[in-house]
């Protein structure tokens, strides 16, 4: 793996007899919680403190958190662009202490027309 700490998602999305507006967000979260387990329910949940949330550009965004016990740093960045043909839709940016995100909306036809 030439970049092992660098990773992608693409998704498809056909829409099919609909025609309007279509808006995708996503966010980096930095108050995820253990809570799912039911017997570590009582033990301490929260293990990422916050250290800096920014937006790197108008489409980009940065969260950097530290492990509370150990102070080991993680640092995480997206960027989301939506592509329809040749035409490229750049996410706008939104950001809080925990939480940075970007959403994106762009005009979406049918291939097989609208109703």
């Known amino acids: ?9 693409q998704t ?30 009582d033990l301490a949940n929260d293990h990422l ?4 949330t920014a937006e790197l550009s108008s489409d980009s965004v940065l969260l950097v958190v530290q492990t509370n016990q150990s102070r080991i740093p993680v640092a995480m960045a997206a960027r989301n662009t939506v592509w329809s043909g040749t035409n490229a839709w750049r996410a706008g940016t939104a950001s809080s202490r925990v939480v940075v995100g970007s959403v994106t909306t762009s005009p979406w036809t049918s291939r097989r027309g609208a109703r």
């Open 1 to 9: 793996m030439h970049q092992p700490h660098v990773c992608a998602l």
């Open 12 to 41: 498809t999305i056909v829409p099919e007899d609909w025609s309007g507006r279509l808006e995708l967000r996503s966010a980096l979260d930095g108050a995820v919680r253990n809570t799912l387990v039911e017997r570590y329910r």
């Open 49 to 52: 403190q916050p250290v800096q």
